[in-house]
C-alpha cells in the first residue's frame, strides 16, 4: 500500500478545557474521496478544523504530503496544498462572484484557471456580477468550493456541503464532485446526508464520541446497512 496522503494518528483534540477528539486515527490516500458520517456533535467538523489546525490544542500526529501538520504554523496550512470550505462558507458577500474567485492567492501549483471554473459551475459564470448577498444557498455552496480550487489545493476538506440545499442543487454538487475525482483531487467530506455521500464516496468513516469506530469501503456498503440504521437511523 502507498504511503497515504493525509493521515492522523492518534490525534486527541481539546476546546479549551472540553476535550473532544479521543485518539482518532484516519488516512486518505491521493485521489480518493471519504466521507466521515456520524450523528451531530460526536466530532466530524471539528476532525476537519484539527487536520487544518484552528484547534491549536491537539496531541498525536497529522501528516499530509510529507509535511507535519502538527508543527505547520497555521497561515502556512493551505500553502501545503491543503484547502478547507466550512459549513458557513465564508464567502466575502458584499464582493461579487468574479471578485470572491480573484481575491484568493494561488498558495500551491494547479490552481483552477477561472475558465475552467466556470465550465464546472455554469451558474457562477451566469451571476459573475452578482454580489454574494444575492445568491442562493447552493450558489454559495458552489462559490465556496470554487474558491478553494483557484488556490491550487490538491485535497480539500468539505464540510457538510448539501445541509439545507435544494435537491437539484445537491445533485449538481454530486456532478461536481465526480469530476474531481476524475481529476484526481483527493476529497474529505463530512456529510449528514448518506445517501449523497454513498453516490460519491469509495470509503466511509464512521464517527462517534470523537472517536473512529468504523471504516469500511463502498463495495461494503449494502452489508453494513443494519450496522448504520443503528447509528445514524438511515
Known amino acids: 500500500m502507498s504511503k497515504p496522503l493525509l493521515e492522523l494518528k492518534n490525534v486527541e483534540a481539546w476546546y479549551g478545557e472540553s476535550h473532544v ?3 482518532v486515527n484516519m488516512h486518505v490516500s491521493e485521489g480518493e474521496m471519504i466521507c466521515i458520517l456520524g450523528r451531530n456533535g460526536m466530532g466530524k467538523t471539528t476532525t476537519l478544523r484539527t487536520i487544518m489546525g ?3 490544542k491537539r496531541t498525536g500526529e497529522i501528516t499530509f504530503a510529507g509535511h507535519d501538520l502538527m508543527t505547520t504554523p497555521l497561515h502556512r496550512v493551505a500553502h501545503t496544498g491543503l484547502g478547507f470550505v466550512p459549513e458557513e462558507r465564508g464567502i466575502f458577500a458584499t464582493l461579487s462572484v468574479e471578485e470572491n474567485l480573484m481575491l484568493p492567492p494561488v498558495v500551491a501549483e494547479g490552481g483552477m484557471p477561472l475558465r475552467e471554473i466556470y465550465d464546472l459551475f455554469p451558474n457562477l459564470e451566469e451571476r459573475r456580477n452578482s454580489p454574494g448577498t444575492k445568491l442562493s444557498g447552493g450558489e454559495q455552496q458552489m462559490l465556496a468550493m470554487a474558491r ?3 488556490t491550487g489545493a490538491r485535497c480539500i476538506l468539505l464540510d457538510e456541503p448539501t445541509e ?4 437539484v442543487i445537491i445533485q449538481r454538487i454530486g456532478e461536481v464532485l465526480v469530476a474531481l475525482k476524475k481529476r484526481g483531487m483527493t476529497v474529505v467530506l463530512v456529510e449528514q ?7 460519491v464516496a469509495d470509503r466511509f468513516y464512521l464517527m462517534d ?3 473512529m469506530t468504523a471504516e469500511f469501503p463502498v463495495s461494503e456498503l449494502a452489508a453494513q446497512m443494519g450496522m448504520l440504521n443503528r447509528e445514524l437511523g438511515v
Do not use: D
Not at 164 to 167: K, W
Not at 193 to 199: E, M
Open 148 to 150: 478553494i480550487l483557484r
Open 193 to 199: 446526508n448518506f445517501r449523497f455521500a454513498a453516490q
Open 209 to 211: 464520541h470523537g472517536q
Open 164 to 167: 439545507g440545499l435544494a435537491p
Open 54 to 56: 484552528n484547534l491549536r
Open 21 to 23: 477528539l479521543h485518539g
